[in-house]
Nanobody, 124 residues
Framework: QGQLVESGGGLVQAGGSLRLSCAAS????????MGWFRQPPGKEREFVTV????????YYADSVRGRFTISRDNAKNTVYLQMNSLKPEGTAVYYC?????????????????WGQGTQVTVSS
């Protein structure tokens, strides 16, 4: 059974940066595209970004494009999310996810494995 574990969340001031990590185990995750989603307080989980199997392509939500960067290191089974110029509306639980069936999907249903999430709080 595959497992994803996020880390790196915390409290940061608006304009600051954080780097999230997602460590994968139990599967050959180089066979999966990897995404990040987030769930703000009281709202539904939403797509943030996704990266292809070998990291050659990525898509971003309009709200984070130009500020966030996704990357992966398949040798370490780890995916990263570099978040710069953070805004208070970025406060959310951030989730890592892995999928195989529909590259580029922004839909939660197209991802097979999920982490437990890491809290990011951006103060104004």
């Amino acid at each position: 059974q595959g497992q994803l574990v996020e880390s790196g969340g915390g409290l940061v001031q608006a304009g600051g940066s954080l780097r999230l990590s997602c460590a994968a185990s139990g599967r050959t995750f180089s066979n999966y595209y990897m995404g990040w989603f987030r769930q703000p307080p009281g709202k539904e989980r939403e797509f943030v970004t996704v990266i292809s199997w070998i990291g050659s392509a990525a898509y971003y939500a309009d709200s984070v494009r130009g500020r966030f960067t996704i990357s992966r290191d398949n040798a370490k089974n780890t995916v990263y999310l570099q978040m710069n110029s953070l805004k208070p509306e970025g406060t959310a639980v951030y989730y890592c996810a892995a999928g195989r069936t529909k590259w580029g999907s922004t839909s939660l249903s197209e991802y097979d494995y999920w982490g437990q999430g890491t809290q990011v709080t951006v103060s104004s």
